[in-house]
């Protein structure tokens, strides 16, 4: 991409992550004006076609919300699952990987490691009886450990902001935040 082109670029990816998600598109013109009226709306449209076409239109990637729904979902089929624990540790788990995603030191891991890794914290943090057996993500076991001690060092320097991010009746078990 050229260089004088990275600001249509960026509404171009914009535009596409609107259609992807959102239920009320920013129209072309809204989008356009961001770049002060400096690019077409054919300009746009042509290069939307180009990002699409080199993207193969695979725009979906698994994400850590998308895993710890998984491993959640296995966890609640098992026999001896406890509903209210699965949800508390899904809530935690949820925060613990919103902070990470701040962390440049995260990026080394895959996402369905960094949700198992976040459910297997949160579990152990709230003393749950029935943990989610993490053997079902795949990850040898020194890996899932190594992930979770990077992410309670995460957690005990940044309680503050954790707890924030947490429903109130889960913040409420972690006295420790």
């Not at 690019?39 to 042509?46: C, I």
């Not at 979906?60 to 026999?79: C, G, K, N, Y």
């Amino acid at each position: 991409v050229a260089a004088d082109c990275f600001q249509l670029l960026g509404v171009t990816a914009l535009l596409i992550a609107c259609k992807q998600v959102e239920v009320h598109l920013p129209s072309v013109k809204e989008l356009l004006a961001l770049c002060c009226d400096a690019f077409t709306r054919q300009q746009l449209r042509n290069l939307e076609c180009i990002v699409l076409h080199r993207l193969d239109f695979d725009l979906a990637a698994p994400t850590v919300s998308f895993f710890l729904e998984h491993f959640s979902q296995v966890r609640l089929e098992a026999r001896e699952a406890d509903a209210g624990e699965a949800a508390d540790a899904r809530s935690l788990a949820a925060g613990v990987a919103e902070l990470s995603l701040a962390d440049y030191a995260f990026t080394k891991y895959v996402p369905s490691l960094l949700a198992a890794s976040s459910l297997g914290l949160a579990d152990r943090l709230l003393h749950h009886r029935s943990p989610l057996d993490l053997r079902i993500s795949g990850y040898p076991e020194e890996l899932l450990r190594d992930c979770m001690d990077q992410l309670q060092l995460l957690v005990s320097l940044n309680g503050r902001s954790l707890s924030l991010l947490l429903p109130s009746e889960v913040a409420q078990k972690c006295p420790w935040l």
